[in-house]
């Protein structure tokens, strides 16, 4: 619960991270953020700045790119991709005691989706997103909660974050333990400025986000075309309506109900217009790519419960080709 001299770091310096620390540092809250790089190097010399609209303002947050420093937190965001948990999770480690709630605010299912959930399958454990348990052994499931996003935001410059439309975040609890520590985390946000509702459960927030995101990331980033494009076009349309009516019935075997139809889905997408995904952002500047929790975890899923998933099959094998490709491509260019 949150108490005057609660320890808090938010880990992940970025787009959504950088957010968060930010503007929980504005409204008075003390807090360290996790961060690397330029961007770590100009927060630390200049602060974060935060551009929201016609809204201006840099804040002096403490910033470090070294976990072990900063000891047992009693909070702790995770606002890193996938990929990028499991390759930094036991060195996260420090940050964890037996009462430090862990709160992911992560695209598409995070590491401990499963935890105390799932009917037969829950407190089972995804190895697309947590290989060997690299991720669960520093970061407890049965200490986490979860947020889902629903806002733009990006960094324009090292040390600057530019916030686009929407300010609404969905916090729940992993599990029913952590509902008071949930019911924290969320007044804690509202206080930083955030638009927060409650998820029952959180699990369904996030497939229900994951719906979208699952198809038109990959498809963009495999064609490098707009969303609107992707849906304007009757071939790869099907697509996308082929891998959520799966990724539908994989959900109602772990009990979400989705309240949309595909159609009414896609017609949100629509209304964005010709953007482009974040995975095709990715792309572009030559980054790892978001597989595995937005396509790999769904799959096992579906291959753990029996269910046939051919076109999530197909777009999980071009998708990881690709982001082996580029990996690839990275270690060229490095030698």
Excluded at 40 to 57: F, H, K, M, Q
Excluded at 242 to 269: D, K, P, Q
Aim: with cysteine.
């Amino acid at each position: 619960m949150n108490t005057p001299n609660q320890k808090i770091t938010v880990v992940g310096g970025g787009a959504i991270g950088g957010l968060i620390a930010a503007r929980l540092a504005h409204a008075g809250v003390a807090v360290n953020l996790l961060a690397r790089g330029a961007h770590l190097e100009a927060i630390r010399r200049d602060g974060l700045t935060i551009v929201e609209g016609d809204t201006r303002y840099t804040q002096a947050v403490h910033a470090t790119d070294t976990a072990a420093s900063l000891g047992v937190q009693d909070l702790v965001f995770v606002c890193l991709k996938g990929q990028a948990l499991v390759q930094a999770a036991a060195s996260l480690a420090p940050l964890v005691g037996p009462h430090t709630h862990i709160v992911s605010a992560m695209n598409g299912v995070p590491w401990w989706f499963l935890h105390a959930f799932g009917g037969a399958r829950a407190n089972g454990r995804l190895e697309a997103v947590d290989p060997g348990g690299v991720v669960s052994a520093a970061l407890p499931p049965e200490q986490a909660s979860g947020c889902v996003v629903h806002l733009s935001s990006s960094i324009a410059g090292p040390g600057v974050i530019h916030k686009g439309n929407g300010n609404q975040l969905i916090v729940g609890e992993g599990s029913p333990q952590m509902a008071a520590h949930a019911q924290a985390a969320r007044e804690l946000l509202t206080r930083a400025g955030f638009e927060v509702t409650p998820g029952a459960p959180i699990q369904a927030d996030i497939w229900a986000k994951l719906w979208g995101n699952m198809t038109m990331n990959p498809i963009s980033a495999l064609t490098r075309s707009t969303a609107d494009v992707i849906l304007d076009d009757p071939l790869t349309a099907g697509l996308v309506s082929a891998v959520m009516a799966e990724a539908r019935s994989i959900g109602e075997a772990l009990g979400i109900r989705l309240a949309m139809t595909i159609e009414e889905r896609n017609a949100i997408t629509r209304k964005l217009g010709a953007f482009k995904t974040s995975m095709l952002q990715d792309v572009e500047a030559g980054r790892t790519l978001e597989v595995e929790a937005l396509l790999g975890a769904p799959y096992e899923l579906a291959q753990r419960m029996g269910l046939a998933a051919p076109s999530l099959g197909m777009l999980y094998g071009l998708a990881r080709q690709l982001d082996a490709n580029l990996e690839a491509t990275r270690r060229a260019v490095a030698r």
